[in-house]
């Protein structure tokens, strides 16, 4: 773009951050899909702010190279950022047909997706650094990637690395189907189960699963399906499934990492509530299988 143009984002607080515009395009990430990509600029002490609240994703994880010692006070910012993979495929059909000079600038609703800070991710943190020098003051790039810069490769692989060791270092062994999914058994008070570990990056969910040992009946399907939406109504992070072709039973608990990366913190913490929740309502589920039953 030739001349920047002045806008404003807004915070998760509800607050505006102006920003000038200095260069919208489309761009290939390396999970396959296109997104739209940002270039903009702030003034450096709208950008301490958000170093200090971590907006646009800049989590302290995923710094890398970055750090806010590195720059230099007084000197505008530029980061480059990338609209997330989900928005982006929502937004980007009609804004091909506007152009992408129109943004910001069109009034058009989906541009609503396009403002709050935390649709975007922080590729790269940049300074047009003055520096003297024989021929006289000249403008030097300093720039400092984040890990959002290989956006999928990169976190594909993190994902990878937290749940492997996360299940090594709780005792589990686990058959690794995929990058994606990993099979586990779990024992607890003498009952035996199989779970599930799934994370997708491109939906960015990580969900841990706990499959009862038994089908459900056709005959006992709707029923339990009853019963089962009164307790998924009261399930916060968690509901039950019930897979009407081959009868199987499942608790699912899920994480959201749009805005925060999977930890082992975080997975083990889902993986507890996971198994926690489930054996709260095993007595009463197998109970509905086999009502004269006692296990």
Known sequence: METPRTTYLTTPEGGHLAVAVRDL????????????????????????????????????????????????????????LALRSRVSDTVLPSLRVRGLKTIFDSGQPDEALLRPTENWLALNVAQMVPVEGAGGTRLVKHYYKTLWKGIAR???????????????????????????????????????????????ES????????????????KLQKELCQRLMDINYQLRRSNFEL?????????????????????PSRLERLLLH??????????????LLEPSSNP
């Open 25 to 80: 395009l489309c761009r290939p990430m390396p999970d396959g899909r296109e997104r739209l990509v940002a270039i903009l600029e702030l003034e450096y002490e709208d950008f301490v702010e958000v170093d200090r609240q971590e907006w646009f994703c800049l989590l302290s994880p995923i710094r890398d190279e970055y750090s806010l010692s590195k720059l230099v006070p007084g000197v505008p910012v530029l980061l480059e």
């Open 154 to 200: 990169e976190v594909r692989a993190l994902m990878h690395n937290v749940v492997a060791e996360t299940l090594q270092t709780l005792g589990y062994a686990y058959e690794r189907h995929s990058d994606q999914l990993y099979a586990l058994r779990h024992q607890r008070g003498g009952r035996s189960w199989r779970g599930l570990v799934f994370v997708d």
């Open 203 to 218: 939906a960015e969910i990580c969900a841990c699963y706990s499959i009862l040992p038994r089908k459900v009946p056709p």
């Open 243 to 263: 897979d009407a072709h081959d009868g199987e039973l499942r608790l699912r608990s899920a994480l959201d990492l749009a805005q925060e990366p999977l930890s």
């Open 274 to 287: 996971n198994l926690d929740t489930f054996e709260l309502h095993w007595d009463l589920i197998l109970e």
